[in-house]
């Protein structure tokens, strides 16, 4: 199992910056990819973000060039910076971790789809006014 543990949410207001981090515990095989989702009240889980351990990222569309996430794979950390925030990104986010390995065109990759991953943290709030 992985253990997950969000941090760093908070009320900011448009424009403002905030940073997650999310510290997992767990075998590296089930912590390949990690990803920060988000979810809105009536609506499904988004997906942010997300990092795999040999350096490749990937961005909602929504939060490309304001978003940057990182992974420290020997930590077991996946950290999400947050810039230009606004309204629409009010959310309570997660973290996730997948142990499924993806291949795309030959190359493994992580998605951003919520059944991808197999183990989420309790979510941390944003809320941006």
């Known amino acids: 199992d992985v253990q997950l543990v969000e941090s760093g949410g908070g009320s900011v207001q448009a424009g403002g910056s905030l940073r997650l981090s999310c510290a997992a515990s767990g075998s590296p095989a089930n912590t390949y990819c990690m990803a920060w989702f988000r979810q809105t009240p009536g609506n499904q889980r988004e997906g942010v973000a997300a990092?795999?351990?040999?350096?490749?990222?990937a961005y909602a569309d929504s939060v490309k060039g304001r978003f940057t996430v990182a992974k420290d794979s020997d930590k077991n950390n996946l950290d999400l910076q947050m810039n230009s925030l606004n309204p629409e990104d009010t959310a309570t986010y997660y973290c996730?971790?997948?142990?499924?390995?993806?291949?795309?065109?030959?190359?493994?990759?992580?998605?951003?789809?919520?059944?991808?991953?197999?183990?989420w943290g309790q979510g941390t709030q944003v809320t941006v006014s």
């Open positions: 996730a971790t997948s142990h499924i390995k993806f291949i795309r065109e030959g190359s493994r990759y992580c998605p951003l789809f919520e059944s991808g991953y197999s183990f």
């Open positions: 990092a795999d351990s040999d350096g490749r990222v």
